[in-house]
Nanobody, 121 residues
Framework: QVQLVESGGGLVQAGSSLTLSCGVS????????VGWYRQPPGQQRELVAT???????NYSDSVKGRFTIFRDNAKNTVYLQMDSLKLDDTAVYYC???????????????WGQGTQVTVSS
């Protein structure tokens, strides 16, 4: 089964940028889709960005215009570039491999440890 490892989290100030990395154990170009989720403290996990095999992308309303998901197939890595970070972006961020049914994304890989992003004022 494909394995993914998140990295790149940290403590940053509001308004700054941070780029997360998702290392994938298989060639990223053969994976149907990759999604980034986040789980803020005490809240449910939410899907924030996806990228399809054709590099089509989708974002949640909460991050649209500030976050960018992209892949580097040569490095088997999917990134999440986060700009204009807000306090509400504080969360543990996870990446998954998955499939699309229509416009809906369904993760089908095991959840990793995630990477903590903390945004301070």
């Amino acid at each position: 089964q494909v394995q993914l490892v998140e990295s790149g989290g940290g403590l940053v100030q509001a308004g700054s940028s941070l780029t997360l990395s998702c290392g994938v154990s298989e060639d990223t170009y053969v994976i149907n889709g990759v999604g980034w989720y986040r789980q803020p403290p005490g809240q449910q996990r939410e899907l924030v960005a996806t990228i399809g095999a054709d590099d089509s992308t989708n974002y949640s309303d909460s991050v649209k215009g500030r976050f960018t998901i992209f892949r580097d197939n040569a490095k088997n890595t999917v990134y999440l570039q986060m700009d204009s970070l807000k306090l509400d972006d504080t969360a543990v961020y996870y990446c998954t491999a998955g499939t699309f049914v229509g416009i809906h994304y369904y993760p089908n890989s095991k959840w990793g440890q995630g990477t903590q992003v903390t945004v301070s004022s």
